[in-house]
């Protein structure tokens, strides 16, 4: 008989003996959504009025700005 099989054969029979515990694994992870939960409405309330604020901040200007630069373009000086 040769060394591959025989190690085949070990390897089969040792594998046969291991029995997981499927139940034991199965709670721990259902125990770790459990305690993980969920997003609460409050977290989205923040989040949107977060948003909403620098929406707005950023869209504001002040009152008399123009909506473009201020800049001309002969204000820019080049050197080649």
Do not use: K, Q
Not at 10 to 36: C, M, S, Y
Not at 38 to 67: E, F
Not at 69 to 74: F, H
């Amino acid at each position: 008989m040769s060394f591959d099989d025989r190690l085949r054969r070990e390897l089969n029979r040792t594998a046969d003996t291991i029995e997981p515990d499927v139940g034991e694994a199965l709670a721990v992870v259902e125990g770790r959504t459990r305690r993980r939960g969920t997003i609460g409405l409050g977290s989205v309330l923040a989040g949107v009025a977060v948003v909403l604020v620098v929406v707005v901040v950023r869209s504001v200007r002040p009152l008399g700005s123009p909506p473009y630069s201020s800049y001309a373009p002969r204000d820019f000086h080049t050197t080649y």
